[in-house]
């Protein structure tokens, strides 16, 4: 399903508009541009020919695998795989990195579903990769009150929350109000 929606956003434009525009400009010139008693090709021009057609099929094949790559890397989140009380008040969430990786100093946004709106319940930094390979560790940097004493009673399943690498603005307004 991921293949197919990222070609359909990928040739949308080009079917819509362009390819009508190629089409008649087509039409037009076969009609005009060839001469009634045809076209000569020699040996040497339809070998260029194939070379560039075959060139330019490798080159959108490639364009294809590799912007599919990042396709994906954007579209797939990361996800929580576990809710654990640190430290001195810490609240410390075990994320499984799907997609991209994440890098030192990453921000997520945590949402969660709440009577059908999906809001943001804290702002996590990527701390470091677990050494036993079962996910990245990320502390949370903001994290909302109510949902908080929800997720220390184990109210909240990590299945129920979603991760974000987009935060939102009402959620940075937040964090940084929590900062002063």
């Known amino acids: ?21 190629l089409t008649g400009l087509a039409s037009l010139f076969s009609w005009f541009g060839v001469p009634n008693g045809g076209v000569l ?5 339809v070998a260029l ?9 490798f080159l959108v094949a490639a364009m294809i695998v590799r912007s599919y790559e990042w396709f994906l890397g954007q579209t797939v989140h990361p996800r929580v795989v576990r809710v654990v009380a640190g430290d001195g008040g810490k609240t410390l969430f075990v994320v499984r990195a799907e997609g991209r990786p994440l890098s ?7 949402h969660r579903d709440v009577a059908g709106e999906e809001i943001c319940i804290a702002v996590l930094r990527f701390d470091r990769s677990r050494e036993d390979g079962e996910g ?3 502390e949370a940097i903001w994290i909302s009150a109510g949902h908080q004493n929800e997720l220390a009673r184990g109210r909240v399943k990590p299945g129920e929350l979603l991760v974000r690498r987009e935060i939102s603005a009402s959620a940075l307004d937040r964090l940084t109000g929590a900062a002063r």
């Open 1 to 21: 399903m991921h293949f197919l929606t990222f070609l359909r956003q990928l040739t949308d434009s080009f079917f819509r508009w362009w390819w009508a525009v």
């Open 41 to 45: 090709v020699s040996r040497l021009a």
């Open 49 to 57: 020919a194939v070379f560039g057609a075959l060139g330019l099929v």
């Open 104 to 110: 030192a100093g990453n921000l997520l946004a945590v």
């Open 136 to 138: 990245d560790q990320c």
